[in-house]
């Protein structure tokens, strides 16, 4: 028979309003033994031990409450948790750790790196290299543009006798040292090569030249050996394929600032978010390399794309159109509608939300393409109620790759992907749906990266500062969007009063813009849009929530003065200038929606909207394609 939690718990909250803490925790402790994997339970006992002046116990159950939110998948309390432990104990450097692998997790990677900062100096002034050189490879893993976290890999692997280890990183660093054009710093990395191997040709060669010119531009195949983006490609392939996902996306982002929209880093990274669980921002991708493939006529590379995501989740709707679309394109009638036929299967098992009638309207294009099909036969049963959807799926085939013959298989149910949810809806634009080119900071993309899948137990806030024992912000005191200058004289990061990091309230915001709690995203978004590594993601945020109120004009202001401001530099600009443009569109304000345009001419479907304004042809779209893939 099992305990009554509630009388339990009635008697712990009685023994702790009377000051008996001892008897409380016991009642607390009944339970824990009960459910061993709930983290509140050992929140509160370490809460009950604060109040009884015994900071160690406070601390191991604190500990055993982070662990099970951890566990849980529950990473904001868990991270919450931590730091009311090194609030207690600043001597626990181990819990940095825990706060760096949870901010990787999440995406975090300044924070990441910030935490496994800490450690790794720890470890320097304790002597600890081994465990240093640890942490600063991790550094290293999650952002590998930071020279001086490879800098200290190098000193350390010489401290522990790995020469060749130490000469890679070295050589590396001078490479990228001298791509950069710090050439001094380039010598220094490339005499360290010389110091452990004195033989090294390219660090030879570097240093000669260098003493030869004064310091000048190094030889092309010193300088740019190893930064070749073939090179750095064949990096981040490595890295995704062990799993190493932020430092392949770092690399990805470098050489897409350098070269934006090339298809095959396009590709690593649609693969990436693929890998990563990411189904929304990888579908987007996918669909555009896809379509652009067909476009092209690069019918096997189309084929390739489309597999490799329906391989990951094949109820994709938008894929198994696009599918079908390649072989009509093709001729192969029997083949397209075999997909298109699957569509409709996935459709009537798992009804699109707000487009009750897109499977008729896919169903209508199999019609006139093969009207004598037997799949036509087949989904009119199904649409009768004749046969189980489900039944009908175990029964579709696919086709193999080109020019082989179909084989048969089953579509298993895709797993949900609650907590992601698209900025844009199509409803936004009115022209065609445009499809999302990866390599550049669109809208959608550009705020999708720092989305996460929150747990319905932290979705609510006052969770999240129970596990925090702080107090809520008072909404009241923060200003609203648009009653404020973004310029401020005063550019440091502020601290918010109720002791959460600014990166925190954004993951927050985002949470409550997922689960439609507008003002409380913006509010959240207001925080953090002091801290300039995600100031313009927070502004641009704030805009999506105006938006997706109706606030229309206050979102367009809101862009108008996040352009003016001196802090918005950079590609994302692009992204910025885009919204801003869909906005103009949407209200129809033609001369300001074409100057922001042109403005950025190049970017996703911008030639196509300038060239519907400017001939002020109708849209011809319908309304179930508009709300498609919202």
């Known amino acids: 028979m099992g305990i ?12 702790a309003s009377k000051g008996q803490y001892d008897a409380a925790i ?15 339970i050992y929140n509160s006992i370490g809460e009950l031990h604060l109040k009884r002046n015994a900071a160690a116990d406070a601390v191991a159950a604190f500990l055993q409450a982070a662990n099970a939110f951890r566990t849980e998948g529950a990473t904001l309390k868990a991270i919450a948790t931590y730091k009311k432990v090194l609030k207690l104990d600043p001597s626990r450097y181990d819990i940095y750790r825990f706060l760096g692998d949870l901010n990787a997790e999440r995406g975090l990677l300044s924070s990441a790196v910030q935490d496994y900062l800490t450690l790794g100096k720890f470890y320097l002034k304790e002597r600890k290299t081994k465990e240093a050189l640890e942490i600063y490879k991790k550094i290293v893993s999650q952002d590998p543009s930071n020279l001086d976290a490879q800098q200290r890999v190098a000193e350390l692997c010489v401290q522990e006798n790995m020469q060749d280890e130490a000469t890679k990183v070295y050589l590396q660093l001078g490479r990228e040292r001298s791509a950069q054009q ?12 010389l110091r452990i191997d004195p033989h090294n040709s390219e660090a030879a060669q570097f240093i000669e030249h260098f003493e030869r010119t004064g310091g000048g531009p190094a030889p092309a195949a010193a300088a740019g050996k190893g930064l070749e983006p073939m090179d750095l ?5 490595r890295r995704i394929d062990d799993k190493q ?27 990436l978010h693929l890998q990563q669980g990411q189904l929304q921002v990888a579908l987007g991708e996918y669909r555009f390399l896809a379509g652009a493939a067909l476009r092209a006529q690069e019918y096997a590379q189309a084929e390739q794309l489309i597999r490799e995501f329906l391989a990951v989740e094949p109820d994709s709707v938008p894929l198994l159109e696009l599918h079908g679309e390649l072989y009509e394109e093709q001729g192969n009638i029997q083949t397209a509608v075999q997909h298109f036929g699957r569509a409709v299967e996935v459709l ?38 004749e046969t189980r959807p489900s039944d009908a799926l175990q029964r579709t085939t696919a086709p193999s790759p080109l020019g082989q013959a179909p084989e048969p298989c089953t579509v298993p149910t895709a797993a949900p992907t609650e907590g992601v949810a698209f900025v844009h809806s199509a409803a936004d634009h009115p022209s065609t749906v445009p499809e999302t080119p990866c390599g550049q900071d669109q809208p959608l993309m550009a705020v999708q990266e720092h989305f996460i899948r929150v747990e319905p137990s932290e979705s609510a806030p006052a969770s999240l500062l129970s596990a925090n024992g702080e107090q809520d912000v008072d909404p009241g005191s923060i200003p609203q969007p648009g009653t404020e200058p973004l310029v401020q004289t005063d550019t440091s990061p502020a601290v918010p009063p109720d002791g959460l990091d600014l990166e925190t309230h954004y993951t927050l ?48 202001a809101e862009l108008e003065r996040l352009l003016n401001d001196p802090r918005c530099q950079g590609a994302k600009t692009q992204a910025i200038r885009y919204e801003l443009g869909l906005l103009y569109e949407r209200q129809t304000q033609w001369e300001q929606a074409v100057s922001m345009f042109e403005s950025i001419p190049t970017f996703h479907d911008v030639p196509e909207r300038l060239s519907s304004i400017k001939t002020q042809q109708a849209p011809s779209i319908s309304p179930a394609q508009m709300f498609r893939y919202a």
């Open 26 to 40: 016991n009642e607390w402790k009944k339970l824990s033994a009960e459910s061993p994997g709930d983290g509140s």
């Open 4 to 15: 009554d939690r509630s009388k339990i718990l009635h008697h712990a909250q009685l023994f």
């Open 182 to 193: 710090r050439y001094s710093e380039a010598k220094e990395a490339y005499q360290s090569v």
């Open 348 to 385: 009537l098992e798992h009804p699109e939300p707000g487009m009750p009638s897109l499977h008729e309207e896919i169903f209508e294009k199999i019609k006139n393409l093969a009207p004598e099909s037997p799949v036509v036969q087949r989904l009119t049963a199904l649409m009768h109620g």
């Open 509 to 556: 915001g985002v949470a409550y813009k997922n689960m439609g709690l507008l003002e409380e995203a913006k509010e959240e978004f207001l925080l953090s849009m002091t801290s300039p590594t995600i100031f313009l993601d927070s502004c641009l945020m704030t805009a999506v929530c105006l938006k997706e109120q109706g606030q229309i004009e206050a979102a367009i």
């Open 245 to 271: 996902y932020a430092g392949a996306e770092a690399i990805l982002n470098q050489l897409l600032s350098k070269e934006p929209g090339n298809p095959q880093v396009c590709q690593l990274l649609a693969k």
């Open 233 to 237: 490609l064949a990096e981040a392939r």
